[in-house]
Structure formats: C-alpha cells, structure tokens
C-alpha cells in the first residue's frame, strides 16, 4: 500500500525544523504526510515513538492513522506512541494532572445526557423546563467553555438579565460538575488548557514529553483545542498541522477555520506547503466535488486535479419516499456487487442525520445484506447498557449522583421518590453527594425506617464491591454483583418476550466484554483499572460509537459528519434534498456555506462512483411532504449526470433554469455580506 510521495508531500514531510502547515483539498494526500512523517521522525531524525503525539477528531480515523502508522514502521516498533482523540489526549493530561485540578482519580465523564440531566435538576427538579430550553442552556455552556470563559468571566461579562440567569447556571453547574467529581466532553479539552495556563512546570513536563505534535483535520479545532495545541507546542513551534478549510464542518461545536489563518500571525516562520494532486477519486467526482464548492467564498484558493480515469456519470436517483429509497440503494447494492464481484466493505451509505439510518437498515435487513452503522446512539443509549454502565460508575465513583439515582432503584428495592428527595435535600445543603450522605448519622432521622434500610442495603452494596474491585479480579467481582442484583430475572420482568430479554441481556455481556478486553488493552499497570477501562469506554461512546467491532466485509453507514476522512469505493448519498441537506436549521440560520462544506466531503469520499439519491416525498411529523431536490444538485456539472426518474417533476429546461436561480441567489447571498 505504500506509495511514492509526490514532491510537495516529500517537502512536508522533511520540514522539521520549523512550524508547518499543509493546506489542500481533499483526497490530496494530507493524511498521508502524517503517516509518512511519524516515521520518518522515528526512522531518520532521532525521534522515540513516545516523543511523537497524533492527534485527529473521530476514533475511526485515529484508528486508522495508527494502522497506517504500523504499516509502514511494523508493529512492534510504535510502541508509546500517541495517536489519538483530542479528546483522549485530554482524558490523557487530565488522568496524570488530576490533582492540580483538584480531581480525584476516579472522576468520570458525564455524556450529553447526564450534563442535560444535572441542568434540569439545576434548574429546578420539578420546574417543567421546555426541553429545547434546557438544551440552549447546554449549548451556551459547552460554547462558553470552549471559548475558555469561566463562569466568573461570563458573570462579569453579561448586561441583560437573560443572559445573567445562564451565567448563573453555568457557575452552579461548574461547582456540581466538581461536587460529582466528574468532567464533560468540552472540559477534556478545557482542564488541560486552563491546567497549563495556571501550572508552568506542569507545562514544562509535557512539552518535554510531546516534542513533535502533529494535528490531523485542523480546520476544525475550535479555540480551546488552538491553545493545546500552542501550548503544547511552545515557542519553538514543532508542529505540523493538516487541513482543508472547504472541510470545515465543526463550527456547531465552535470549530474556527480561521485557525488556520491565525496559525500564520502567531508563527511568523510556519511555511505552508500546498497539495494539488487527488489520489482519491475518478475524475467526474472530483470535477462536481470542485464545483460545488467553488460556490463558497475562499481564504485561501487551491486547486485539485486528478490524472485517474474520468469515470462513470454521477447518477441521481429519484425514488417516490424514503422507504422507497431505502429499497432502491439496497437493491442496487446487490446487483452491483453480483456484477463486479466487489464485497461489501466497498460500500458506504451516507446521510446528513441519523434517523435517516433506520429506512437503510430495516431495507438492507430484508435483503440479508451485512451493514454496519457507526456513529449510531443504539447500543449505548440503551436502558440495560445505561442501567450496567451507571453500576460500574457508581463503583468507580461513589460521588456521581447521576449514576446514583439511576441504578438505586434499579432492580426495584422499595426505595420510593420520597426518601429519594429527602436524601437529596439533605445532601445538597451540605454539599455532600447522596451516597455519602447515607452514611450520615442525621440522616437517619429524616428517613422512615424502611427507607432508610432499604437504602442503607444499597449503598453497602457498592461499598462492598468497589472494595472487592480493589481488591481482587475486577471481572469475576462484576459478573457476582449482577447476579446479586438479580439483574437477568429483571430482564426477564421487565420485557415483552423472552427474545427481547435474551436480546438485552447478549448486550449487556457484550459490555462486560468490552470492559474486559480495555481493561486487558491497559498498556501501565494501573490502581484503578476499572476507572480507567469505564473512561475510555465512555469517551468511545460519545465520539464513534460503533467502532470496537473489527472492521468487516459490511456496507458501511455512516453520517456524513462521522465519514471525514475516510475514503470508499462507491459512496451512496441518501436524501439530498432542500431541508435534509442543505438541512432545514442551516436554510433558516442562512448557514449555507457549512452545508455546501458538508456535501463537499460527502462527494469527495468515493474513490470509483457516486450515487446521489432523493425521496419526492418524505414523512414529517406523520405526515407526507413534498420535497425538492437538494440545490446542490444543481450545482454540480449536469453534463456529468444521469438522473434517473420515471416521472422529471421538472423539464430539462426548468430544471436548469432553477439550477441557475439558486446559484444566483446564493451569489447575492455571499457578496451582500
Ligand atoms: P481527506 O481530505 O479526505 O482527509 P487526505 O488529503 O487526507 O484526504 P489521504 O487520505 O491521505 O488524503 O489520501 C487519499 C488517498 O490517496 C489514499 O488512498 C492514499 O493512500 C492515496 N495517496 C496519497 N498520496 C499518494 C501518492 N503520492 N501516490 C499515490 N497515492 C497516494
Ligand atoms: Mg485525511
């Protein structure tokens, strides 16, 4: 698989000296240059694989950097490199430096719906707070966060009484976070930076670890991960950093592709190296990928060619409805396989949001057709998984009043609403989690007597096995604690067959599993394994949630989001339609550019053909719609496609005209600001 690079990838890769940024399009090669480069610094210029830290967005591209990174030096000699998560980088600093930030070790990550939950309780456990409502609160925290503000900066900052009322919350919800002794997605990144910032020699220590930083798919860091990286770095600057700023599709997590520029003001020696040549896909794609996103205003121009074969038309199929659709790409999946004896890893079905997925699903079911979906939320959103997981929380962290309140009455233990808010009252007005106030001697008073025993049982319960955990085969201790806690007759009680229990129970083994196999996968001894296995597990979740299993001879389905950087032979792209994509929020927030970005990517995957496909209608809200076809479509080279409709809801002619109008409006669009 090794190739020869091209002249301008070999300068990137001898650049060591000074900072450097490869700036192209994509399927130039940039990931490559990373590759290359790592083992080049190991193999010539006396780099040890520990000194050299990776860093890209999604687990499935790290992982696939790293595989790369084996490849190309043999295995056994990367050991103590780092290629990561931003996010695992940080749970990384975070895990060593936890004292300074005045964490305990066996602090957890609280997901999405935990932090959402603490902001409801935060707000007012029986206000009933619009959801829409708590989740702006969520989002203002996580920008806020990633922007490095504190919630003392963000108080002395506000004018208006709306915007103090989430200061406020912010501050409280900082101070619980800490009380649970637990850190959210944004605070992985945030906690090093700040931990950086106020700690010099800590600092020092870590830049003297990470002497050479690459970054993977830069346009998409936002502030915060700019300062780690900066900091990282030091004044000397030995970096390289990779991006494509028509990439950039983060910004709803703060992501600035003005990073790229700023790289530029804040070292004035970074050379730039430019790629031109694709290596990724046949010519049409490439030509319709440029001209879609030549409707987007540039920072930087760059310019991309391919000398592969032109290849074949880009097809547009028109299906009647979504299942109709599903049936459609399904169907011709298989015959396209049985033509060209391809397996079915050479597929990938891409979507702009997930619940796109479960049409695809139920039509390649019915087909018997291997798929996989990554990035999906089923597994881990589901109620045994999240009942197992908030166990193993518990025992790892006994101050996480989430996982508490989840699994106290869980297998049922007579343990009512009312002793749980006496409990939590008492707690709160003595800043001490639920489960330390159990062992209070006032609490006694306060709970009725079969209450309080109820839950005296309980909490004696993972006092005991979080002693065992310490103690002895943390595995056999877990497998006894779910047979003590009855969890599979509860399985049995709570389902509607006994399929479905046997269904849910297959996954909770799986869990068990997992955890196994991470705590297995722990390079150090660790004193804490459990904590450790849990975390690294959690942060998978929320990143890419499908992707402990091996890669497989399976279609791959995917959101567009999730598929950066990765490349296939022949892409389908479901639901390109006005409202899907670009999707309805960006046409009303007239966020169009990020749209236009998003099926960039989404086109520039396909290596061979490309496949776009829209439904005439869709159902909203139970009910049939119209929809249009995606303006996208029409800004791509007609002359390259084939669309393929038994009824053209519009002449050649009207639909060209409307091509032009689009384009038209979207020029005013982009020079009126
Ligand atoms: P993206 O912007 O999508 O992340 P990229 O710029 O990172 O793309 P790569 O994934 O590194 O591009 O490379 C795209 C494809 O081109 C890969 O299959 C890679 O193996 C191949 N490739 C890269 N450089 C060369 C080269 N010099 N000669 C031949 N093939 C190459
Ligand atoms: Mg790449």
């Not at 300068?11 to 060591?16: D, E, L, P, S």
């Not at 056994?76 to 749970?91: A, D, E, I, M, W």
């Not at 006496?422 to 209070?440: N, P, V």
Request: aromatic share 8%; with cysteine; net charge negative.
């Amino acid at each position: 698989m090794a190739h020869q690079l091209n002249d301008r990838q070999q300068q990137a890769v001898n650049t060591i000296e000074s900072p450097l940024l490869v700036l192209a399009g994509a399927g130039s090669g940039k990931t490559s240059v990373i590759t290359t480069k790592i083992a080049h610094l190991i193999r010539n210029a006396g780099y040890k694989p520990s000194q050299i830290a990776a860093v890209t967005f999604t687990n499935k591209a790290a992982r696939e950097m790293k595989e790369r990174v084996s490849q190309l030096l043999g295995k056994g000699n990367t050991r103590g490199l780092t290629v990561s998560t931003f996010h695992n980088l940080g749970l990384n600093i975070i895990r060593k430096e936890h004292r300074a930030l005045g964490y305990k070790a066996n602090f957890t990550i609280f997901d999405d719906q935990d932090t959402l939950g603490l902001i409801r309780d935060l707000c007012g456990r029986n206000a009933d707070a619009d959801k829409t409502e708590l989740m702006a609160f969520q989002n203002k925290i996580s920008q806020w966060k990633n922007e490095l503000k504190s919630p003392q900066d963000i108080v002395n900052q506000v004018t208006n009484q709306d915007d103090l009322a989430a200061a406020k919350l912010y501050e409280l919800y900082d101070r619980s976070m800490r009380a649970y002794n637990a850190v959210d997605f944004d605070d992985l990144i945030r906690y090093p930076v700040v931990l950086f910032q106020d700690n010099p020699d800590i600092l020092q220590k870590w830049q003297h670890k990470i002497r050479y930083l690459l970054v993977d798919e830069y346009q998409d860091t936002n502030t915060c991960q700019y300062e780690l990286v900066k900091l990282l770095c030091g004044r000397f600057g030995l970096f390289t950093v990779v991006g494509d700023d028509d990439q950039s599709i983060y910004s709803w997590r703060g992501a600035q592709p003005e990073n790229l520029a700023l790289l530029q003001q804040d070292y004035p020696n970074l050379k730039v190296v430019k790629l031109e040549q694709n290596y990724r896909s046949y010519g049409r794609i490439l030509k319709a990928a440029n001209q879609v996103i030549a409707n987007n205003p540039h920072v930087f121009e760059k310019s991309i060619w391919s000398d592969k074969q032109y290849g074949d038309p880009i097809r547009v199929v028109v299906a009647d409805n979504e299942n109709h659709e599903a049936e459609r790409v399904a169907n011709e999946i298989l015959a396209h396989k049985l033509r060209h004896g391809t397996d079915y890893s050479d597929y990938a079905i891409l979507y702009r949001g997930n619940h796109q997925a479960r049409f695809m699903e139920r039509a390649l079911v019915t087909k018997q057709i291997p798929y996989t979906v990554s990035g999906s939320t089923s597994f881990f959103s589901r109620t045994e998984i999240k009942d197992i997981l908030a166990y193993l929380r518990l025992i790892v962290n006994q101050d996480d009043d989430n996982a508490f309140l989840r699994v106290v009455n869980t297998p049922r233990r007579e343990i009512g609403p009312t002793t749980l808010e006496k409990l939590g009252l008492y707690a709160q007005q003595r800043h001490i989690s639920m489960y330390e106030a159990c062992f209070e001697e006032g609490i006694k008073e306060e709970l009725h007597t079969k209450g309080y025993a109820a839950i005296t049982r309980f909490v004696e319960l993972i006092a005991r096995t979080e002693d065992s955990v310490k103690r002895g085969d943390v595995m056999a201790v877990l497998h006894e604690l779910i047979a003590y806690i009855g969890y599979h007759g509860y399985l049995y009680d709570q389902s509607s067959s006994t399929k479905a229990a046997e269904f849910r129970w297959s996954n909770v083994q799986q869990l068990l599993e997992w955890v196994d196999r991470e705590i297995q996968n722990l390079e150090e001894d660790d004193d804490n394994p459990l904590a450790r296995a849990l975390n690294k597990l959690l942060l998978r979740e929320m990143l890419d949630r499908n992707e402990e299993d091996e890669e497989q001879n399976e279609v791959q389905l995917m959101t567009l989001h999730a598929s950066k950087g990765l490349e296939f032979n022949h892409v389908y792209l479901i639901g390109m339609e006005e409202e899907l994509l670009p999707h309805r929020s960006s046409i009303e927030e007239d966020n169009i550019e990020e749209e236009r970005r998003l099926a960039y990517v989404g086109i520039t995957r396909a290596q061979k053909t490309l496949t776009m496909t829209y439904a005439r209608q869709r159902k909203q809200y139970g009910e049939l719609v119209d929809s249009e076809p995606s303006r996208f479509l029409f800004e791509m080279p007609q002359d390259d496609m084939i669309w393929e409709e038994q009824q053209l809801p519009q002449s050649e002619e009207e639909r060209q005209q409307k091509g032009r109008r689009n384009m038209d409006a979207l020029r005013a669009m982009l020079t009126d600001d």
